[in-house]
């Protein structure tokens, strides 16, 4: 598999040279010779996507080829951004002598880039040569096994599903529908096939289905291959038939019968489903089923699937983990308590697996096959993760988890290994790593959707494939807040992390800094002193709240590749600030920088402005944080600003409009009439990119009667929030009350609002758009006779929090009925 980083980067870099060519024009010819070599690269990786056995030669070219790629995207990453200094500060002589000494370094670096790609490319391609087309080909056909499953199973051998085979056979059994279609759908090795076998052969089934009909899809579908497969098991048949006269048969064989059809394995639909389930017989008074096993859920929604029909097993817990790893180790639990001395070895290695059958049928078979002896047990309990890792077949639990792994897209397997670097175990933040992937140019906008809505999107697609579970998420339309990764998924990542040189680990799977690490999840048990020296690292991100010593950081000041910088679960409370802030203000390719709850934060400084890269700014809880200086409007690129919760910031700087690219912003504080250098409300209407919105209102703050239409300026705008918590004066919410919300406003927050009444705006004719509403602290009283809209106009609110509303005298009956998709 190639590397999905190369994959990215090398894209990114060829997208990025289109567009700004422009903008390089004095390096204009190198830059068209690197994009020349880049589209080669690009098609080499393509080639070496296909080849299963590495040799050498292709370790070496795509260790070569990611060095190179980072480093072009560095000299790319200065170039734009020295020429967008030279744009925005002064109209430079390009005869000075720094910018002299600039174009003579970034010629001598693109030239030297350009020249080792050159001789790359000579070698590559005698290489390829060597190799011949049929020799890639011959490879291919070496891996595209597939994986096959039968109806047939040992019954000793299964434990703990009972659950939830009765819960599906309690959905098929009746006869209300003509065709019942039933998904189960988890991670690889969860049991989904071993659940399946078990509802297929119970006698209950048995009785109700004339026809029962077993499919082994598996990751490449052969529509003709399959309806032979049925024709087969019906008894037909299917000597010299075509493509076009199997459907019918299979039609006419199951026609007037109650039949059961399982589907297992299934990657990917593309038409074939459709078409073969437009030929299966659907009569009144029949009534058959359809089971599906996947480890997608989009899948199984694809080919109808209702959500409320989808069941995703659970792992085991712990005392049936021991019974399996019993019944297989051993010949059943009675045996392994007459073996003691093994016993509480083998309830190690059984919680090593984490409930998940098949790692412990993987490790059960390997110590049924060994002797039973203390130090061989003890050998496999301590090298548990590197035995699992080199069993070899399509049955072993990492090349189960592989599979999943390799049918991800290029932009999903970028994201998926950046779980490598969290400890295991950790409840990790979705904003966090969000922000990451934005950050690192993992996700990047396109059409009306911004990078975060797309990384968020990301997100849910690695969740609904089963290789992240959500830990806490909204109800009403699934946004995930926290999710977690299954210890050996967690494995499989480092794994790849560690061929692809995402990031460094030890042999134990534990990171190691070097100068070669690119990202780095600091728990503070590092030794980061090779970092003191020419360090390419990418993303650096705090992992927990201990304390950390100063030594333990100062390393870090010699870092310049720096994209991420992530200190949010740490207070840095034994760091000197003057001195991080120093250090930061000279990361010149700094992209997302998140200072969350950090305490001795009073003032960033004015020097932050020069950080032209910077796109994501957030400095949530920093409770002493006082005032941005002026040059935070120099940041044109920035999307996100996040100061909330941050009590002593009475205002934003003026100019904060020019932000042109600004999509969220939370924590805006409408200034008093004396803060003369603050932004007012009204500068907010040239944020025309603004989705996100978060007002705060104090006693203190003003708002003229001509900044009250600032909102509808805002087309794009998705959430809003309004914070007056510590606010009294009545001018303030009759203004409130003449605000006017953009009509698209999907989610809305309103907080220690004093009014008595609801805002005359707050109505489904002019939020027709809300989902979500939020009323919380306050003393509301009675919601506005708009709130109710009218005969034929209904919220599309489907999640509502009414929240310490201790006055409140509103019917529940009344909201159900105005609201009636909660």
Known sequence: MADAIIQVVAGKLIDALKE?????????????????????????????????????????????????????????????????????????????PREMIFQHRTSKRLKDINGRIEKMHKVLKTYLKAIGQQGVHDDVSSVVHRRWTSPAFDESSIVGLAEDTMKIIGWILPTKKQLHQVGIVGMGGLGKTTITQKIF??????????????????????????????????????????????????????????????????????????????????????????????RKESVAIEMGVEKARIHQPRVLNE??????????????????????????????????????????????????????????????????????????????????????????PTRLKQCLLCFSIYPEDSV????????????????????????????????????SRCLVEVVKQRGFDGRVYTCKMHDLVRDLTIKIAREESFCSFDEHGKQRPSIQSRRLGFTGEEDVKSLNKKSKLRAFLMMNSSPVS????????????????????????NIPIHKLLHWIISLQR?????????????????????????????LNGCNNLRKLPSSITNLQKLNVLDLGYCPMMRYLPQGLGRLSNLQELSGFTVPSEADRNGC????????????????????ESDIAEE????????????????????????????????????????????????????????????????????????????????????????????????????????????????????
């Open 20 to 96: 700004h060519s422009g903008r390089v024009l004095e390096f204009r010819s190198q830059f068209v010779e690197l994009k020349t070599q880049l589209d080669f690269m690009k098609s080499f990786l393509a080639d070496a996507n296909k080849l299963k056995r590495k040799e050498e030669t292709v370790k070496t070219t795509l260790s070569m080829i990611r060095e190179l790629t980072y480093d072009a995207e560095d000299i790319l990453t200065d170039c734009l951004l020295r020429a967008e200094f030279r744009d925005h500060v002064f109209r430079c002589n390009h005869f000075l």
């Open 590 to 618: 700094l992209s997302y920088l998140n200072l969350r709850g950090v305490a001795s934060l009073k003032e960033l400084p004015q020097l932050i402005g020069e950080l032209r890269s910077l796109q994501l700014l957030v």
């Open 550 to 573: 100063p030594d333990k950081t100062i390393p870090l000041f010699r870092v310049r590749s720096l994209r991420v910088l992530d200190f949010s679960l740490n207070k840095l409370e």
């Open 201 to 294: 052969n119970n006698h209950a089934i048995l009785e109700r289905f004339e026809e029962r009909i077993w499919v082994s899809i598996s990751q490449t579908v052969n529509e003709e291959e399959t309806m032979k497969t049925m024709l087969k098991q019906l008894g037909e048949d299917t000597y010299g038939l075509d493509m076009g006269q199997m459907l019918p048969k299979i039609k006419q064989a199951l026609e007037g019968k109650d039949y059961l059809i399982v589907m297992d394995d299934v990657w990917s639909v593309h038409g074939w489903w459709e078409r073969l389930l437009a030929g299966l017989p659907k009569r009144e008074g029949q009534s058959s089923a359809v089971i599906i096993t996947t």
């Open 428 to 463: 990790i933040s979705a904003e966090q790593l969000v922000h990451w992937w934005v950050g690192e140019g993992f996700v990047q906008g396109k059409d009306t959707r911004t990078a975060i809505e797309l990384a968020f999107d990301y997100l849910s697609e690695l969740i």
């Open 707 to 822: 900044e009250l239409t600032v909102l509808s300026h805002l087309k794009q705008l998705k959430v809003l929030s309004i914070n007056t918590e510590g606010c009294e004066k009545e001018e303030i919410f009759r203004k409130l009350d003449g605000l006017s919300p953009p009509p698209h406003l999907e989610e809305l927050y309103l907080r220690y609002y004093r009014g008595v009444t609801t805002p005359m705006w707050m109505n489904p004719k002019s939020l027709r758009d809300l989902h979500y509403l939020c009323i919380e602290n306050g003393d509301l009283q009675f919601v506005h006779p708009s709130f109710e809209g009218g005969k034929t106009i209904t919220w599309k609110v489907e999640g509502l929090c009414l929240k310490f509303l201790a006055r409140l005298q509103v019917e529940w009956d009344l909201v159900q009925s105005v609201m009636p998709r909660i």
């Open 319 to 408: 005392e049936e983990s021991w019974a399996l790893f019993c019944r297989i180790a051993f010949s059943s639990e009675k045996e392994a308590k007459q073996h003691y001395e093994l016993e509480e070895l083998g309830k190690d290695i059984v919680k090593k697996c984490c409930g998940l059958p098949l790692a412990i049928k993987t490790v059960g078979g390997l110590l049924k096959s060994k002797t039973l002896s203390t130090d061989v047990w003890r050998r496999i309990h301590n090298n548990f993760h590197d035995e699992l890792a080199t069993r070899e077949g399509e049955s072993s639990v990492m090349a189960s988890l592989q599979l999943s792994y390799d049918e991800l």
């Open 680 to 699: 007012r409300l009204g500068e907010l209407q040239w944020l025309s990119k603004l989705k996100v919105l978060r007002v705060n209102i104090n006693e």
